[in-house]
């Protein structure tokens, strides 16, 4: 008599056994966890849910091709429920899998379509590749079944701003503070959108809010929302005080070494640069290419707006292509944009193929088939020995400012966790910037020519010169639209959103001034670092 096949387990078995070996991971047992994978996998090698956690398992022993490799096979299984497809869209992102993310939420099904949680995070993926449209709209069709959801309120908020929508993006994160006092990041963006006097301001809110939380990130927020305002009132003393409570807080939460960065930035001044200094034959590229790099909050996102008024740039924001071919070429899941193993590793890349990968990835932002994208993830410096290897048709722009100027305008932004760790503390950050200064004066001694320098004050003094020289070191002719930095279609989606639209003055005296005092151990430390501004 034949012998009937096992029955498959049941849907609620699989998920028992998904959260047993969720249990071990949390537990930090990746081998116990591993035999509940393999076994789930044998059983059911197309199950979403044991395809997502495996592919954590394997990003947890820094496997990055086969972490990425599950994700995919994730992908192609589908999500069966909220839960999974909440985790397979973060494990897309993780691995910038751009088309795969837009697919997964251009076909969701409509109860997920409007789940709060999943629009929530779709809207702050859709955020983190420059789509602030794509955020509103999700944000936006999910309100009707959840119109308590001050998450929502945040997002529809925060797309907004990006969006140049400032009215309505202030009615929006007002209400999310209503519904959530203790909002933190809607305060924090609350103080970016208007000037404050001292008829209209939030300090009284936030001081009220800071007097409830221990939590070191909500108090960094609500300390930096204090700082910008109380500044604004021109109350230094306060404002240096609160700008203190907010770096201090914020430093708890970050784990930054600064003698390993400085092992990474020796690293990187130690690799080869021949093959990129003589060239290679030009890519059969479809584009070209604009990479804009420098310190943050040096005005490379105001560079990249006037650039994005030609009509042969496309403005891609900061972009983390780059990065995501590194990872991969190296098999190595790097925190921030590169780290001392993908440097170490970099001997054996096979350049052309990283190259390749980045066009083919950058590719789908070109809507109008424009012969440039612009990436201007300014942290971006560090790569250009291995960016002019893998595109060596590629244009740099290196936007330079004071370097106090500059780094106080760093130690006064809370940035994404991986991003800009050095900038809160100042002794950290003025080392950071010495850095990051010799690095750049290697990569021109390294790479002569390839580097056109755009200083922050010719930009704003003089925009129209320098944005024709620029235009000139592209090929391209000058445009007047490129002036036209108050065009609201333009989205931008970093800590300048709001600036960028305004137009660019000098300001009578540096922002750093009242500050002088406070400051003085990072001005201290960067007192002989000569540069033209």
Known sequence: MPTSAAPAPSEAAFDDK???????LRAGNTSAAREISDRMLAERPDH?????????????????RLAREYALSAFRAGAANKRQCLFLLRRLRTF???????HLVEHLPPALATDADIAVLVATLYESINEPQSALEIATRAMPGAPDSAELKAAAGFALLNLGRLDEAETQLRECVALDPGYSSAWWHLSRLRKH???NNHVDELRRELSRTNDPRKTAMLAFALHRE???????????????????????????????????????KALPTDAARAGAEPQDAP????????????????????????????????????????????????????????VESSGGFDFAGIGAGYIESVDWRRRNGERFVTDKLPSNFMNLGLILRALPNAKILHMSRDPVETCFSNLREPFADSTCRYSYDQTELARH?????????????????????????????????????LSGHLGLDFQTSMLDTEATERSVSTASAIQVRQKPVLPLRPKWQPYREFLTPMIWRLSDVGQNH
């Not at 998904?18 to 071990?24: D, G, S, V």
């Not at 430093?251 to 092992?263: G, L, P």
């Not at 584009?287 to 996102?301: A, E």
Request: contains cysteine.
């Open 18 to 24: 998904i959260a047993q070996a969720r249990r071990f």
């Open 48 to 64: 979403g849910g044991a395809l997502i956690q495996r592919s954590r398992l394997e990003s947890i022993d820094d496997h990055y």
């Open 96 to 102: 910038n899998l751009i088309a795969e993310f837009r």
């Open 197 to 199: 006097d001292a008829g």
């Open 230 to 268: 109380l500044d604004e009132l021109e109350d230094y003393a306060a404002a240096a005080k609160a700008l203190e409570l907010a770096c201090s807080s914020m430093r708890k939460t970050i784990d930054y070494d600064a003698d390993e960065n400085d092992r990474l930035f020796a690293a990187l």
């Open 287 to 342: 584009f070209t290419p604009i990479f804009i790099v420098g310190m943050h909050r040096s005005g490379t996102s105001l560079l990249e707006h006037f650039l994005a008024g030609h009509d042969a740039i496309c403005p891609g924001g900061e972009l983390y292509e780059f990065t995501s071919q590194l990872r991969y070429a190296a098999d190595h899941h790097c925190d921030a944009e590169i780290d001392l193993r993908i």
């Open 433 to 469: 910037y010495r850095q990051y200064f010799a690095l750049m004066r290697h990569w021109r001694q390294r790479f002569p020519g390839r580097i056109h320098e755009v200083t922050y004050t010719s930009l704003v003094t003089d925009p129209a010169a320098e944005l024709k020289r």
